[in-house]
Structures are given as C-alpha cells and as structure tokens.
C-alpha cells in the first residue's frame, strides 16, 4: 500500500454550550484525509478529532504527515505485503521520546484513524469488522459483533440558559430515537440547579438508572464531598469524572465512598498512564467504567495495550466504554465488544447521532457494513470534508 498524499485542515465546530470546566464556543477540529494505492487501486482515508480538544494542524503538517509520506512500502506493510497498523504507528512515532504526551496523542489518533478507513476500504469492510478480524471479538452474552450499546450525551449548561426544562426535552428526544441512557453535565451550577436538572431527566427515563452525570473533574476537594453524596443518593447510572483526570488519590478516594459506579479515563492518553490510573486509583473491575478515548491516546494501536493491560489486572473489554461520539469509537466499541458507545444528543453536530446506514433499536446500534467508517454517510459530519478531497 503506497501513501500519495495526506493532508489536514483545522475547522471551527464551536458551539454555545458548556460544561463544568469549559466552553465549546471556540472549539476547532482537524479533518483529515490520506489516499493510498494498493492493487493499482486509489481508496481515500478519512479521519476526524475527537470532541473536547483543539484541532492538531501544526503537529500534524509538521511532524506526523511529513513522516508518513516519506515512508517506503517496506515501512508500513507485513511480510504478506498486507498494511500492517502496528508498523505505521511506529513510523508516526519515530524519534518521540516517551511520556509528555499533551497534544500529540490526539495527532496520531486522527491520522490513525484515517488510515483504518483507507485500509478497511481496501479490503472492502466495515471498520468494525476488519478490527474484529484483527484483534478478536469479545466471546459473551453481549451484543454480536456490528451491534453495541449506544447512550446520548448532552445536558450542557446553554450560554443563555440552563433549566431543567430544556434538559428534560434533550432527555426525552434521546430516549425517543432509541438510546439507552442519557447523560448529563453538572458541577458548573449551583447544587440546587443541578438536582434540579438531574431530577428533571429521571422524571423522563422512569428510572434513575437510566440517567448519568459528568462533573468534568469539577467536584474534587472537601468543600465537594456532600454534593458528591448528594448524587451518591439519587442512584444513578454511573458519575463521570467527579474529580481531576490525575488525581488519583482523589479518585481512590470517590471509589471508596460511593455505591454509584464511576466512570473517568478521556483525559488518560497512553498505556502507562492507564497503568496508573488502575493501580493507584482505586477503581472497581467490573463495576467502573473506563472512558480512553482511542482518538486522543495515539489510535488503536494504543489502545489495545490499555485493553491488554486492563484485562491483566481483571477488567473486561465491557468496562470499556469510550468517550466522545466519533465514528472510530463505533466501530472500536461495535468490532472490539466494548461496552457502550456514546453520541451526542444535539442535533446536527459531528459528533451528533449515527451515520445514515447505521440503525438504532432499542439501545442498541446495528452499525453500516459499508466499507470503511461510514464517514461519507453521515453529512453533519463530512461537510467538514468540503475542500480537502478536492482533486
């Protein structure tokens, strides 16, 4: 497989919400598009940043693409002749020092992923079914492989207003159109407003199981214990990130106190800080859920190592269960047999819903079998695309 080109664009995806932390009204992303030739055959790539972090424009002209277009065949193909992943991740990773992995883990990822779609279009599969092919499906009562638990995500604090009102119409509009549960942001209102608004969604879904809270690590500290017990005591679905990504001995803490499952890990970026957080942060196998987004933690590759090493210490691919709503976390979650996958309850967003040839029935998604990751079927997403295919 021969790489012709590569290319990325940064393009705003702002909007007027926010969370506990921070506000999307300047929120950029990287598309990015890489087209190869195999068998005297041209297939086009594409790749988009996950939800939560900047576009990576000059990482990605600066040091990752000008190392893939420089690669020879022998650099990126197995013996068979066949593109081999492993060895294109370690031709983007060539002379990075270890650790420090801030913004670059999230350039690799998009262009990972826009290499698993040029190769799954090769080889004429759904993403999700070349990954099973590669790294095996997980072999249990759960949904088959194509099929994953899917939940909507919202709930943000609007810039002009945050009632429970328009929380239980966002909550309402996700369980109509199929998901399994609905999450929403607190931590960045008064205590009051936000039991307001987490009541509001339970009155929606019927139970309090259904319903699920993302503090975006805003809850740390002493002054935060009774609002955490507070939420302790609505019985939820699973508390997201109550305290600080690296604060480990906060989050053993929160695992040590609370009946509610607590989720965390999007801020996590590679395998050895996934060690840390299992071994030092008190999570509970099988209870917990861990939340590695593949996008921003180098790609697949990666992401596998975290896998490996969490079943070392006794999790399950179902723990996890990965953030942001990206067509590779799809995929990942719908070939791999992880636990669930999260979309955006928005409208119209990139990260909004499923792609057109993706079904949604009674929470669980039954994910398009067109080869590729369904890209150029989802329009809210490929319009980012306009310009970038061109010629």
């Keep these: 497989m021969q790489i012709l080109s590569a290319s990325e664009k940064t393009v705003s995806i702002g909007s007027g919400t926010a969370n ?3 506000s999307f009204e300047n929120m950029t992303a990287s598309a990015v598009a890489v087209q190869v030739e ?4 041209r297939f086009t790539g594409l790749g988009f940043s996950s939800y939560g972090r900047y576009g ?10 000008p190392r893939l277009r420089a690669a020879q065949d022998k650099e990126l193909l197995d013996d068979s002749g066949t593109f081999d992943p492993e060895k294109a991740w370690a031709v983007l990773m060539q002379d990075e020092k270890e650790g420090g992995h801030g913004e670059r883990s999230g350039a690799v990822g998009v262009l990972e992923m826009a290499l698993w779609d040029a190769f799954a279009k090769s080889q004429d599969m759904p993403v999700w ?3 099973a092919e590669t790294f095996g499906h997980i072999d249990d009562s759960g949904p088959a492989v194509g099929e994953c638990p ?3 995500s919202g709930g943000h604090y609007l810039l002009s207003s945050d009632d429970a009102r328009g929380v239980a119409d966002e909550a309402k509009r996700s369980f109509d159109n ?3 549960y609905f999450k929403l942001k607190v931590g960045g209102a008064p205590e009051s407003t936000d039991l307001a608004r987490i009541h509001a969604a339970i009155e929606v879904a019927g139970s309090p199981r259904l319903v699920a809270v993302d503090a975006n690590g805003m809850l740390g500290g002493a002054e935060s214990s009774g609002r955490l017990d507070a939420l302790d005591r609505c019985g939820l679905g699973w508390i997201e990130e109550p305290v600080a990504p690296l604060d480990f001995n906060g989050l053993a803490g929160c695992a040590g106190s609370l009946d509610t499952s607590i989720a965390t890990g999007e801020n996590i970026f ?3 800080d996934a060690a840390n957080l299992l071994l030092f942060g008190g999570l509970r196998a099988g209870k917990d859920k861990l939340q590695m987004d593949p996008l921003l933690s180098y790609g697949v590759i990666e992401y596998m190592r975290m896998i490996q090493f969490a079943e070392s210490r006794g999790w399950s691919r179902r723990d996890f269960h990965p953030h942001a709503g990206h067509q590779m976390a799809l995929h990942m979650v719908a070939g791999l047999g992880l636990g669930s996958h999260e979309t955006a309850s928005v409208h119209d967003g990139p990260f909004s819903g499923v792609d057109e040839g993706t079904r949604i029935e009674d929470g669980i998604a039954i994910v398009n079998d067109a080869p590729g990751l369904g890209i150029e079927y989802k329009p809210s997403l490929y319009r980012y695309f ?3 295919l061109a010629g």
């Design 38 to 41: 195999t068998k005297n055959r």
């Design 178 to 180: 199929g998901y399994a």
């Design 129 to 131: 079914g070349l990954l």
């Design 20 to 22: 506990a932390a921070i």
């Design 386 to 388: 306009d310009g970038l």
């Design 150 to 152: 899917i939940y909507a």
């Design 56 to 65: 990576h424009g000059g990482l990605l002209r600066e040091r990752f693409i």
């Design 270 to 272: 590679s395998e050895a």
